[in-house]
């Protein structure tokens, strides 16, 4: 009895010293999803808020995928794919080059050169996008001018204005906030690799290109492969570039709510805040979320992660 009375005893006891954590897990995390599902399948809108507002069931769901806003949805859907797959990818090649150069063993400031690296990954995203606003402004922004010096352009690109532009600098400015975590992830793996492998190699007459391709991409597979799909899963969710930089825009012509840069979060942000489309942008961040967790699982499922050793 008195083992029971103990175990109980200490039950209470780390159920009180967790209660807090417990209690913000619920309000930040738990109620908020529970709300947004709820939202989902009514028509609760800024329209309907103060009118009276109920049960619409899959109507909201029809208006995304096959009604009015189908043209809205596939192309903002088909670029935020586009997008998260170059960042991801652009943002790893990138950071694989780095690492493979700063881990070269006769680079002594290879140090320094890693802290001035990690500036883009400690800073806080927002400032970065912010001050990029300046930086590609067509009239004065830095990045025109030096290209003109270097008479690689003629006449100043309109990076904020014109969508193919618009759409490169968003892509460019999440690579470049991204390489450094995948830089470090790198560095971590490729010290992990033995050095025998490359000296048996050696001795075999392999050259860098055969080593890179059957040593150094193998090894890093199994740490890089599923930080991969996270940065993806996290890059396809992520607005902050395209909503900071540009709003989403530039504008369409034929969409008010997605603009040429405006991702899938982006567009359920705006069809929230400002349309006060609370119904469908609940809607649009459950397909959003069936659709990461999806592809994350199939992707995790086709390279063995979920396999026992």
Do not use: H
């Not at 050259?207 to 890093?220: E, G, H, N, V, Y």
């Amino acid at each position: 009895m008195s083992k029971k009375k103990v175990t109980v005893k200490d039950n209470l006891r780390a159920i009180k010293f967790l209660s807090p954590a417990l209690i913000s897990m619920l309000i930040l995390t738990v109620f908020p999803i529970i709300f947004t599902v709820i939202i989902a399948f009514t028509n609760y809108n800024i329209k309907t808020l103060n009118k009276g507002w109920g049960f619409v069931g899959l109507k909201n769901f029809k208006d995304v995928l096959f009604g009015p806003l189908k043209e809205v949805f596939l192309p903002v859907f088909t670029w935020t794919i586009i997008s998260a797959t170059i960042i991801t990818l652009g943002g790893f090649i990138v950071g694989l080059i780095y690492a493979l150069v700063l881990s070269n063993k006769n680079m002594k400031e290879s140090a320094i050169y890693k802290g001035f690296l990690v500036i883009p990954w400690a800073l806080p995203a927002a400032i970065i996008t912010i001050s990029f606003t300046g930086l590609l402004n067509s009239q004065y922004g830095a990045i025109n001018g030096i290209l003109m010096n270097l008479n690689l352009i003629s006449e100043p690109i309109m990076w904020l204005t014109e969508p193919g532009p618009a759409r490169l600098a968003v892509l460019a400015i999440s690579i470049w906030l991204g390489f450094p975590y995948m830089m470090n992830v790198c560095i971590g793996a490729l010290s992990a690799i033995p050095e025998t492998y490359y000296e048996a190699a050696s001795i075999d007459g392999a050259s860098a290109f055969q080593k890179f391709f059957k040593i150094t991409l193998p090894s890093l597979a199994n740490t890089a492969f599923p930080l991969l799909i996270g940065s993806w899963s996290f890059n396809f969710g992520s607005f902050t570039a395209a909503f900071l930089l540009l709003g989403g825009g530039p504008v369409r012509p034929d969409s008010p709510f997605a603009g040429y840069t405006d991702v899938l979060g982006s567009a359920a942000y705006k069809m929230t805040t400002q349309f006060g489309r609370f119904d469908l942008g609940a809607a649009l961040s459950i397909i959003l979320f069936f659709i990461v967790g999806t592809i994350a699982f199939f992707q995790m499922r086709a390279s063995g992660q979920f396999k026992g050793e």
